[in-house]
T-cell receptor
Framework: GAVVSQHPSRVICKSGTSVKIECRSL??????MFWYRQFPKQSLMLMAT?????????EQGVEKDKFLINHASLTLSTLTVTSAHPEDSSFYIC???????????FGSGTRLTVV | KQEVTQIPAALSVPEGENLVLNCSFT??????LQWFRQDPGKGLTSLLL?????REQTSGRLNASLDKSSGRSTLYIAASQPGDSATYLC???????????FGPGTRLSVLP
């Protein structure tokens, strides 16, 4: 079946540093990647949508200069949290949509803690 | 704008009970609806996917129904077990290839 590998699963970083999260589709081409975040005891909220080779589209309230998304290939998308602050601590998860069927495949998520 | 709500927010039941989780969405023009399970600190596990043209899907002890015109879906769990304890999320998409809109979830606790 379709698999999306997301790394790292957990990361702790110091305030002011940058963190990169990777999502790789292992056995299919991900034409679209969705990035969500989930604050404690809240549901998943869409941050941005990226299509391979195009600039990402960000949801209202999400700073595009802070959350850099790269989707340069059909198997890899990255989210970089720049100049991270404690309020960026959250659970980030990607979801890939490809050409294999009408379903979606989620990564396993990344727990980011900024100290 | 599509909004998804789930009732109840939390539920605690003794083992063996049958239970129903409810999901409502404001825009009935959905493409599909999916139920997920999320364990604490973990990612999502897909449970059941219902296309807009379908009325229900079943997998083992789980049965999900969809009434698109009224904007509702229910997830029925039969003979609940402690291992069913998790947060259950309902999510919809509005079109092929579009993002999910998630509900806030129902936290289920099944007591032994």
């Amino acid at each position: 079946g379709a698999v999306v590998s997301q790394h790292p699963s957990r990361v702790i970083c110091k305030s002011g540093t940058s963190v990169k999260i990777e999502c790789r589709s292992l056995d299919f081409q991900a034409t679209t990647m969705f990035w969500y975040r989930q604050f404690p005891k809240q549901s998943l909220m869409l941050m941005a949508t990226s299509n391979e080779g195009s600039k990402a589209t960000y949801e209202q309230g999400v700073e595009k200069d802070k959350f850099l998304i790269n989707h340069a290939s059909l198997t890899l998308s990255t989210l970089t949290v720049t100049s991270a602050h404690p309020e960026d601590s959250s659970f980030y998860i990607c979801s890939a949509h490809g050409t294999f069927n009408y379903g979606y495949t989620f990564g396993s998520g990344t727990r980011l803690t900024v100290v | 704008k599509q909004e998804v709500t789930q009732i109840p927010a939390a539920l605690s039941v003794p083992e063996g009970e049958n239970l129903v989780l409810n999901c409502s969405f404001t825009d009935s023009a959905i493409y599909n609806l999916q139920w997920f399970r999320q364990d604490p600190g973990k990612g999502l596990t897909s449970l059941l996917l219902i296309q807009s043209s379908q009325r229900e899907q079943t997998s083992g002890r789980l049965n999900a129904s969809l009434d698109k015109s009224s904007g509702r879906s229910t997830l029925y769990i039969a003979a609940s077990q402690p291992g069913d304890s998790a947060t259950y999320l309902c999510a919809v998409t509005l079109d092929y290839g579009q993002n999910f809109v998630f509900g806030p979830g129902t936290r289920l606790s099944v007591l032994p």
